[in-house]
Nanobody
Framework: QVQLVESGGGLVQAGGSLRLSCAAS?????????MGWFRQAPGKEREFVAA????????YYVDPVKGRFIISRDNSKNTVYLQMNSLKPEDTAIYYC???????????????WGQGTQVTVSS
């Protein structure tokens, strides 16, 4: 089993920044997992946001966050980060991290999920 715990969410004004963290643990967790961030806004389906390879050398972003969000990881801490800049009200959602065996963009390709952290951007 792998446990994922997100933190860093909160309330921020439009144009502000937040950094989300996702700490991984568990006997089967390995640094050789790709990790991703998803988000779910009220009344909407959960959507892919960003992913990073096990080495950190490859990243992938959904178009609406390109140039504003940065995904990174520190394998010595088993932690992945999502730096969110120039936040917009439409970024308001619950943000989830997840683990997969490669850079993936659909929910079904991720094996383990965190409980989520709320991000609210006020206008």
């Amino acid at each position: 089993q792998v446990q994922l715990v997100e933190s860093g969410g909160g309330l921020v004004q439009a144009g502000g920044s937040l950094r989300l963290s996702c700490a991984a643990s568990g006997r089967t967790f390995s640094s050789y997992y790709a990790m991703g961030w998803f988000r779910q806004a009220p009344g909407k389906e959960r959507e892919f946001v960003a992913a990073i390879s096990w080495s950190g050398g490859t990243t992938y972003y959904v178009d609406p966050v390109k140039g504003r969000f940065i995904i990174s990881r520190d394998n010595s801490k088993n932690t992945v980060y999502l730096q969110m800049n120039s936040l917009k009200p439409e970024d308001t959602a619950i943000y989830y991290c997840a683990v997969s065996d490669g850079i993936r963009t659909t929910e079904m390709e991720y094996d383990y999920w965190g409980q989520g952290t709320q991000v609210t951007v006020s206008s």
